[in-house]
């Protein structure tokens, strides 16, 4: 009789076991393919922000609200695609200005014609620029450093879903090359940015004493003549 209450109790614990193991598979099995779904829905992700157009900048945003996953590593996905996003957008939205704007059009004499004599919209380009270029030095200076990435997870989840955020992000703040191409924009844009107003406000403040002529501007004295050609010469050492 105690043989086979031996034997009873041993298949209990041997069948709980063999429950207990199965349950540890499947939740194994289905732990690796969430991890592979995360994996998958990052690299989509980033390739899909390398082949946007800079002049597409909404479709950065877009792109991060469009969460793959689910629990954890949804939490995880979507504090990665903002960050990812917010070391990307500021120089997208720079380019996107430069690209169409005084930056590349100059100042010729249809660029005044349009304009003047106020320059609004050429004026207001450059506010936008000055705003998206401190919003890039503020990458370079706080975004792209590991104590700034890792705000944007939530501190209550586990160690393994940090580092697996981690493992997603640190390319980018430790990607030195990324932090220069910043640098280099702005150094190259800055003082691009600060003579398109000087010349805008020396075009302002001398209204009445200049016209347009055969394509060509002309001002009332040699010497406003002499002070325009000087700025722009400063200009085109700078582009």
């Given at each position: 009789?105690?043989?086979k209450v031996l034997?009873v109790?041993a298949?209990?614990?041997l069948?709980?076991?063999?429950?207990?193991?199965?349950?540890?598979?499947?939740?194994?099995?289905?732990?690796?393919?969430?991890?592979q779904?995360?994996s998958?829905?990052?690299?989509?992700y980033?390739?899909a922000?390398?082949n946007?157009?800079?002049?597409?900048?909404?479709?950065?945003?877009n792109?991060?609200?469009?969460i793959k996953c689910?629990g954890?590593y949804?939490?995880?996905?979507?504090a990665a695609?903002?960050?990812?996003?917010?070391?990307?957008a500021?120089y997208?939205?720079a380019?996107?200005i430069q690209?169409n704007?005084?930056y590349?059009?100059?100042?010729?004499?249809e660029?005044?014609e349009k304009?003047?004599?106020?320059?609004?919209?050429?004026?207001?380009?450059?506010?936008?620029?000055?705003t998206?270029l401190?919003?890039?030095?503020?990458?370079?200076?706080?975004?792209?450093?590991?104590?700034?990435?890792?705000k944007?997870?939530?501190?209550d989840l586990?160690e393994?879903?940090?580092?697996?955020?981690?493992?997603?992000?640190?390319a980018?703040?430790?990607?030195?090359?990324?932090?220069q191409?910043?640098t280099?924009?702005?150094?190259?844009?800055?003082p691009?940015?600060?003579?398109?107003?000087?010349i805008?406000?020396?075009?302002?403040?001398?209204?009445?004493k200049w016209?347009?002529k055969?394509?060509?501007i002309?001002?009332?004295?040699?010497n406003l003549?002499?002070?325009?050609?000087?700025?722009a010469?400063?200009?085109?050492?700078?582009?």
């Amino acid at each position: 009789m105690k043989k086979k209450v031996l034997l009873v109790i041993a298949a209990f614990f041997l069948a709980g076991f063999i429950s207990f193991g199965v349950m540890l598979g499947l939740r194994i099995d289905n732990d690796s393919k969430k991890s592979q779904s995360f994996s998958a829905a990052m690299a989509d992700y980033k390739k899909a922000v390398e082949n946007t157009d800079i002049n597409n900048v909404s479709e950065l945003n877009n792109l991060a609200e469009d969460i793959k996953c689910e629990g954890g590593y949804a939490l995880v996905e979507k504090a990665a695609k903002k960050y990812i996003r917010d070391v990307i957008a500021p120089y997208y939205e720079a380019g996107a200005i430069q690209a169409n704007s005084i930056y590349t059009q100059g100042i010729t004499s249809e660029f005044l014609e349009k304009n003047m004599p106020d320059f609004k919209t050429p004026y207001e380009t450059i506010s936008k620029m000055t705003t998206q270029l401190a919003k890039m030095q503020n990458v370079v200076d706080v975004v792209l450093t590991r104590d700034e990435a890792m705000k944007y997870l939530d501190d209550d989840l586990g160690e393994e879903y940090k580092e697996l955020y981690e493992e997603e992000v640190k390319a980018y703040y430790e990607d030195a090359a990324l932090a220069q191409k910043y640098t280099s924009f702005i150094q190259k844009i800055t003082p691009a940015t600060a003579q398109y107003q000087k010349i805008l406000d020396f075009l302002v403040t001398n209204n009445g004493k200049w016209h347009l002529k055969d394509g060509k501007i002309v001002f009332s004295t040699t010497n406003l003549t002499n002070q325009f050609n000087a700025l722009a010469a400063e200009l085109n050492e700078l582009n």
